[in-house]
């Protein structure tokens, strides 16, 4: 089995910026892709972003793109979403997810509060 845990939530003024980590257990990191995912209260789960196995493709729905950036380090089994000019919208839970071998693999997700 897969372990993801994700890191860096927190309370954020409007306008401020945060870096959430998502850390991954094995050694198979590399042939991951990964993604993250978010869920507001009372609301369904989103993407936020995806990026491919080698790092090197990312795609971002409008509603993050030119805000948000996916990276990973595969040599450290991390991947992050720097999430800059944050709006009260944003705010939600944080999932990051793996996909391998036909199965998604999920964190416990972190909080993200966007507020004054």
């Known amino acids: 089995q897969v372990q993801l845990v994700e890191s860096g939530g927190g309370l954020v003024q409007p306008g401020g910026s945060l870096r959430l980590s998502c850390a991954a257990s094995?050694?198979?990191?590399?042939?991951?892709?990964m993604s993250w995912y978010r869920q507001p209260p009372g609301k369904e789960r989103e993407l936020v972003a995806t990026?491919?196995?080698?790092?090197?493709?990312?795609n971002y729905p409008d509603s993050t793109k030119g805000r948000f950036t996916i990276s990973r380090d595969n040599a450290k089994n991390t991947t992050y979403l720097q999430m800059n000019s944050l709006k009260p919208e944003d705010t939600a839970v944080y999932y990051c997810?793996?996909?391998?071998?036909?199965?998604?693999?999920w964190g416990q997700g972190t909080q993200v509060t966007v507020s004054s």
């Open positions: 997810k793996a996909r391998f071998a036909s199965y998604d693999y």
């Open positions: 094995g050694s198979t990191f590399s042939k991951f892709v």
């Open positions: 990026i491919s196995s080698g790092g090197s493709i990312t």
